[in-house]
């Protein structure tokens, strides 16, 4: 079984729908991350959170939000979905050590229309 | 603001030679580095880190080197196989808790 599980895997959405993306960990870490990945863009964050009562933003958080449901879930939200959000997106999780060694998931490709 | 780049988007290589994969560096406050591999329809998969008080750093057929000097980090992987092909990203810590990616290199291995 997947240490870092994301549903769904594939999502086709139209502008201005609400969506979330779902992730769950298995690895007992307390940190867990969102991050977004263009073509020629690398991966850019979106939010992290330390721990369930801390939630951060990073670098790219309009038109994001998220909710630390427990320490094992992590859920991404598009309040208002637009096309320009069309893109790969993975949770990862770090144990908190000084290095901030990242696990993904799979990634959830999602398309907006 | 300060970012990590990486100098080629695509190296192709035979198999069996070996691959460099280089990564350039601005943040001089980077005390962490770390490589990640991402295959097709897969999340990125960490292959070795680095700290900034070390130059060199090996593992299994993967060698990590940085070069403070000049801001540079690279990987070389021995004996290159088709089964490295894949996108590579060099990711850094700059001290605030959270990873800043470069933007990638694809390898492509020919048999």
């Known amino acids: 079984d997947a240490d870092v599980t994301q549903t769904p895997r594939n999502r086709i959405t139209k502008t201005g729908k609400r969506i979330m993306l779902e992730c769950s960990q298995t690895k007992g870490h307390d940190r867990m991350y969102w991050y977004r990945q263009d073509p020629g863009l690398g991966l850019r964050l979106i939010y992290y959170?330390?721990?369930?009562?801390?939630?951060n933003k990073g670098e790219i958080s309009d038109g994001y939000s998220v909710s630390r449901q427990a320490q094992a879930k992590f859920s991404l939200s598009l309040e208002s979905a637009i096309p320009n959000q069309t893109a790969l997106y993975f949770c990862?999780?770090?144990?908190?050590?000084?290095?901030?060694?990242?696990?993904f998931g799979s990634g959830t490709q999602l398309s907006v229309l | 603001g300060e970012s990590v780049g990486l100098h080629l988007p695509t190296l192709s290589v035979q198999e069996g030679d070996n691959s460099i994969i280089n990564c350039a560096y601005s943040?001089?406050?980077?005390?962490?580095f770390i490589w990640y591999k991402q295959e097709s329809g897969k999340g990125p998969q960490f292959i070795i880190d680095?700290?900034?008080?070390?130059d060199k750093r090996q593992g299994q057929r993967v060698t990590v080197l940085l070069n403070k000097t000049v801001k540079h980090l690279s990987l070389q992987i021995a004996a290159t196989q088709p089964g490295d092909s894949a996108v590579y990203f060099c990711a850094e810590n700059s001290g605030y808790s959270t990873l800043t990616f470069g933007k990638g290199t694809m390898l492509l291995v020919s048999p």
């Open positions: 680095i700290r900034s008080n070390m």
């Open positions: 990862a999780t770090s144990d908190g050590g000084w290095e901030e060694k990242l696990f």
């Open positions: 959170s330390f721990d369930v009562k801390d939630i």
């Open positions: 943040n001089s406050a980077s005390d962490y």
